[in-house]
């Protein structure tokens, strides 16, 4: 079945240090793919998508490329601030028999320190 | 503001009780999610609705039920049936149930069994 996996946390860096946070997924055809955050306390926003191949979402200078060659949706941000500190989840939606429903990773929750 | 809304913000319900989620869109959405997210794990979907009176059970529906009498409301029914209820609930909405389209989450709902 789809599935997502997401590297683990926790991720704690010094503000201005570049981020990664490496997604790779498993589906049947084309799915759409997410990077949604979740500050401590809320819901879930949605901070950058992706619907095919090759497409870069962009976002508060966060950033990711579909690839589906490597199967890979991995968000990077050049240069981080405290602001940043969150839980990064990776979804996908669609492809055979989803029904349109998300799929998430079970999140990757990073630090920033000043 | 167009957006979800979720009520109460925190819950606590003594073990044996049922007790309900609101959910409440205004954005003029077709579909909408309840999802489950437990500490250190990705969202998991209980229910969708695709449309008004009529629902799917999600990956882990036992023990939940829901109603979808209108468009814009989704209330989650959380009942004694349910063995580990304690979590943190987020209930979504998207324009329709495509597979591009964009899930907006509510705040959540944080429940309790005492």
């Known amino acids: 079945g789809n599935s997502v996996t997401q590297m683990e946390g926790p991720v704690t860096l010094s503000e201005e240090a570049f981020l990664t946070i490496n997604c790779t997924y498993t589906?049947?055809?084309?799915?759409?793919l997410f990077w949604y955050v979740q500050y401590p306390g809320e819901g879930l926003q949605l901070l950058l998508k992706?619907?095919?191949?090759?497409d870069k979402g962009s976002n508060k200078g966060f950033e990711a490329t579909y690839r589906k060659e490597t199967t890979s949706f991995h968000l990077e941000k050049g240069s981080v601030q405290v602001s940043d500190s969150a839980v990064y989840f990776c979804?996908?939606?669609?492809?055979?028999?989803?029904?349109?429903?998300?799929?998430f990773g079970k999140g990757t929750k990073l630090s920033v320190k000043p | 503001d167009g957006g979800i809304t979720q009520s109460p913000k925190y819950l606590f319900r003594k073990e044996g009780q049922n007790v309900t989620l609101s959910c409440e869109q205004n954005?003029?959405?077709?579909?909408m999610y309840w999802y489950r997210q437990d500490p250190g794990q990705g969202l998991r979907l209980i229910y969708y609705?695709?449309?008004?009176?009529?629902?799917q059970k999600g990956d882990i529906a036992e023990g939940y039920s829901v109603s979808r009498e209108k468009k814009e409301s989704f209330p989650l029914t959380v009942t004694s049936a349910q063995k580990n209820p304690t979590a943190f609930y987020l209930c979504?909405?998207?324009?329709?149930?495509?597979?591009?389209?964009?899930?907006?989450f509510g705040p959540g709902t944080r429940l309790t069994v005492l």
């Open positions: 979504a909405s998207s324009i329709s149930a495509g597979d591009t389209d964009t899930q907006y």
């Open positions: 589906a049947t055809g084309y799915p759409s």
């Open positions: 992706a619907t095919k191949a090759d």
């Open positions: 979804a996908l939606r669609g492809a055979t028999g989803s029904q349109g429903n998300l799929i």
């Open positions: 954005l003029n959405h077709d579909a």
């Open positions: 609705s695709q449309i008004v009176n009529d629902f």
